[in-house]
């Protein structure tokens, strides 16, 4: 069955860095493109970071652009987001999502994220 299973969250200090992962399995992976979302408490959902299944094109929201870096390793059906200068506001559970054709879309469960002194 398909599986996202993301993992490399925790407590980091402001000015921290964390890199997480994203496992894939159960679909063809190197099709899909692969974005990062994040959820803080009480806030709705919102995008992070993409990157395209190929050419590896990619995109990030303004508020981590220049910190945040998407990646990914079709090898491995593994997609990575290292995080660097993590501030408070970074605070969030962290998700990893697939698109691909015909609209599929698969979300992991989430790994939590904890900017803080």
């Known amino acids: 069955q398909v599986q996202l299973v993301e993992s490399g969250g925790g407590l980091v200090q402001p000015g921290g860095s964390l890199r997480l992962s994203c496992a894939a399995s159960?679909?063809?992976?190197?099709?899909?493109?692969m974005s990062w979302y994040r959820q803080a408490p009480g806030k709705e959902r919102e995008f992070v970071a993409f990157i395209t299944a190929v050419d590896g094109i990619t995109n990030a929201a303004h508020s981590v652009r220049g910190r945040f870096t998407i990646s990914r390793d079709n090898s491995k059906n593994t997609v990575y987001l290292q995080m660097n200068r993590l501030k408070p506001d970074d605070t969030a559970v962290y998700y990893c999502?697939?698109?691909?054709?015909?609209?599929?879309?698969?979300w992991g469960q989430g790994t939590q994220v904890t900017v803080s002194s």
């Open positions: 159960g679909f063809d992976f190197s099709v899909y493109g």
């Open positions: 999502n697939a698109k691909g054709p015909r609209a599929t879309s698969y």
